[in-house]
């Protein structure tokens, strides 16, 4: 393993979960987040910088430099366009998918859910005719969203919202397909294991008779 593949292996989930954690913040504008501009501006700055930095390293850290650059310049547009950081979010996702780990891909629907909710509130609270004006009416409706019920009792009514429901709608039906996989799986493999013992105890010698 080369060092450019032992710094991937190291820092790839670590960069992950930075995207994950601070989605909202680089997907909401700063003038929408209801605090300071400036400090919000900075952060985004600093966190562009994370990434900027990993690129640089993973140059350096490369055989053929200007080769890596050009086969990797998809890295630029992650640095430039913050939001473009939820693809690194889905490939936490469907990493655990893979891996058949529920835990960690539960844990990373919950933070996306988490992060959809914050991001619909900070578009919509101040929004003219929005009807989602607190974290907890957020809240209520992300929930609602992700668990495919759809009450209506709030909608959001601006475009970076309506966006965010579409990606909270796409993760409901998907951790709603992987729950009912995980239980069918968890049927088959319990009838299975009472199919093996009950062969096990037909051929058993030692049994009555």
Known sequence: MDRLDRYRRRTQTPLDVLALVTLWLVVVPPTDLGINTAAAVAVRVALSGVYALDFAIRIALAPRHWRYFVTNRKFVIVIVLPATRLFFSL???????????????GGVALALFVNGATIVYFFEHDAQGAN?????EALWWGVVTVSTVGYGDFYPVTTGGRLTAVMLMVLGFTVLAVITAHIASSFIDQAARER???????QDPSGDG
Not at 132 to 136: M, P, V
């Open 91 to 105: 490939r936490l996702l469907t990493s655990g998918f893979r891996r058949g780990s529920l835990l960690q891909f």
């Open 132 to 136: 989602i004006r607190t974290y907890g």
């Open 196 to 202: 093996a013992t009950s062969a096990q105890s037909a």
